[in-house]
């Protein structure tokens, strides 16, 4: 363990050093708020090496691990004769054959000052599923950026992936300064960079660390090296960040059923999770989709019956009246339900090897519900270089875009950026039973200002045929507008060509006015029958003529 002895005596990056098992790690009285946060990136731009060395740095590998690490170091590594903590977190064979993350890596490990749950996720584009499996649940990113590449594509990517599903606080450590020289010049352009290509992901906050994760320079203490860098090291950083609570108090709660408990004659409860809100013995609540309303009777937590519950905290609810409950239904309170839709609008982050085309039909898997889903429209796909909504038919492997759900049942359903758990979906393929791509609903509120509503109650219909008809032509210089007035003058353009033609030909005015107008109206019926007849039959796609 020579290797590892001399970086136990480096001054700068280690400090002093001990394994996990040694006496004085395990403090108590601590502060210990948890943080739960992912390194994502493009290939090899460092994530595994960072998370290795903070790892040992904060004293969380034990004794066999630090033996393991120095042998597997002579057969695996990349760093010569140094130890390569990437070998720490890449625990598969492929993995440290190839020298790349291919599954997510969870490692658990805590300082005096917090606790800590890390996911190690890998950068090459074909495990972007993978990626986006360990952002889903964390509350900080730290995105790596090569300081001799700059931003790449996955760098793009993976910064929107963080974006949509809700992470808001981003740390870009600036990896592998030491061979730029650590350079002010080269930090200062790569921060300009990022900053301009996330100006409109909604990040609440972004800071930038320069490190070198092989060296240990500026990972758990500030580095003689970068005297120009006046922040702190990016440990002590991510021990002092306060992140918003996700469970933060919301009017109104839902809890999704998963599972009825009834173990005898006397006894119904619906166990499941607290979505969001807080929930208390006596509240009115509403069972959805159906809309029956009863009130709580009980609230049975795991320490035994309380009087509340808030969101995150797992518990068994009854009701006052024997109402239909089961699985996958949603327990909300009457003033603040979500809605229960049976077609939303969603971003999809499509994960399936075959590309995704409109017709397509898949399992869909919400909170603690499943439905059959299918693919009525794609808007637009998303340009990963410029952010830009581009028209598409199709989503590759990998690519974002929206599209428009229909259900074959009615769902409990609310915007994502209102709560993740009721917003949050995945797609399922029926035969291989894949999960083919991760959904973010928009928009899954009512426009017509019934929302907040009790199911039953009355509202002002006008604004939600508005929000039907955006639904249908799209918003105002969206790409899905552009696309209705492309096909809407193509077809007044073929009309007024047939009424000219009937006129040419001695028609009368009349009929060549009824014929076109019939033809603009009743084209696209024909075309929508056309197509899914061919689609039921199992036909290819029609190349010739199939916009028309």
């Not at 170091?73 to 054959?97: C, I, M, N, Y």
């Not at 917003?423 to 928009?442: D, P």
Request: net charge neutral.
């Amino acid at each position: 363990m020579a290797a590892l002895a001399e970086l136990k005596g480096a001054p700068a990056p280690a400090g002093a050093l001990r394994p996990a098992n040694d006496e004085g790690q395990n403090i108590e009285g601590s502060d210990r708020a948890l943080l739960r946060f992912i390194t994502c990136g493009s290939v090899d731009d460092g994530k595994s090496t960072l998370i290795g060395r903070i790892l040992y740095e904060a004293g969380a590998v034990f004794d066999d691990q630090l033996g393991a690490l120095e042998a597997d170091s002579r057969k695996f590594g990349t760093q010569g004769a140094a130890p390569d903590f990437a070998l720490l977190v890449d625990g598969l064979v492929a993995e440290r054959e190839q020298g790349i993350t291919i599954d997510v890596a969870y490692r658990y490990f805590s300082t005096p000052k917090r606790s800590f749950i890390v996911a190690d996720t890998p950068g090459h584009e074909q495990y972007t599923r993978n990626m986006a499996t360990g952002a889903s649940t964390a509350d900080l990113a730290i995105i790596l950026v090569d300081a001799r590449k700059g931003l790449l594509p996955q760098t793009r990517r993976h910064s929107f992936i963080v974006s949509l599903v809700g992470v808001r606080q981003i740390v870009v450590a600036v990896n592998k300064m030491d061979l730029v020289g650590y350079d002010e010049s080269v930090f200062r352009q790569i921060e300009a960079d990022y900053r301009a290509m996330a100006a409109g992901l909604g990040f609440s906050a972004i800071d930038f660390i320069p490190v070198s994760a092989r060296d240990g320079e500026n990972v758990t203490q500030a580095s003689r090296l970068t005297p120009w860098y006046r922040g702190p090291a990016l440990l002590p950083f991510l021990e002092a960040v306060t992140v918003a609570a996700e469970a933060r108090e919301e009017a109104g709660f839902a809890l999704p059923v998963q599972w009825v408990n009834r173990p005898d004659l006397d006894f119904r409860g619906y166990a499941g999770m607290v979505a969001r809100g807080r929930l208390r013995v006596g509240d009115g609540v509403a069972v959805l989709p159906s809309g029956r309303r009863s009130s709580i009777a009980r609230i049975l937590a795991p320490s035994g019956e309380v009087s509340q519950a808030g969101a995150g905290q797992s518990v068994t609810v009854t009701l006052t009246e024997e109402v239909d409950v089961s699985r996958g239904d949603v327990i909300a309170s009457l003033a603040y339900a979500p809605s229960a839709r049976q077609e939303l609008r969603a971003r999809l982050l499509w994960t399936g090897e075959a590309a995704l085309r409109e017709g397509a039909e898949f399992i869909l898997k919400l909170a603690t519900a499943t439905a059959n889903a299918g693919v009525t429209q794609l808007q637009h796909r998303l340009d990963v270089e410029s952010f830009a909504e581009v028209p598409a038919d199709s989503l590759p492997m990998n690519a974002i875009g929206l599209a428009t759900l229909r259900l074959d049942r009615p769902l409990a359903i609310l915007d994502y950026a209102q709560n993740r758990e009721l917003g949050g979906f995945i797609l399922i393929e029926r035969l291989s039973n894949q999960t083919v791509a991760f959904g973010f609903v928009e928009e899954a509120e009512p426009a017509d200002g019934n929302a907040g509503r009790a199911p039953g109650q009355g509202g002002d219909h006008r604004p939600g045929l508005r929000a039907a008809l955006l639904r249908r032509v799209g918003r105002s210089g969206s790409s899905q507008r552009h696309a209705f007035i492309s096909g809407l003058s193509w077809r007044a353009g073929s009309s007024l060509a047939l009424a000219g033609a009937v006129l040419a030909l001695g028609g009368t005015g009349s009929f060549a006015a009824v014929l076109a107008a019939g033809d603009f109206l009743l084209r696209p019926l024909a075309h929508r029958a056309h197509k899914r007849l061919w689609r039921r039959e199992g036909a290819g796609e029609l190349q010739d003529g199939a916009g028309i």
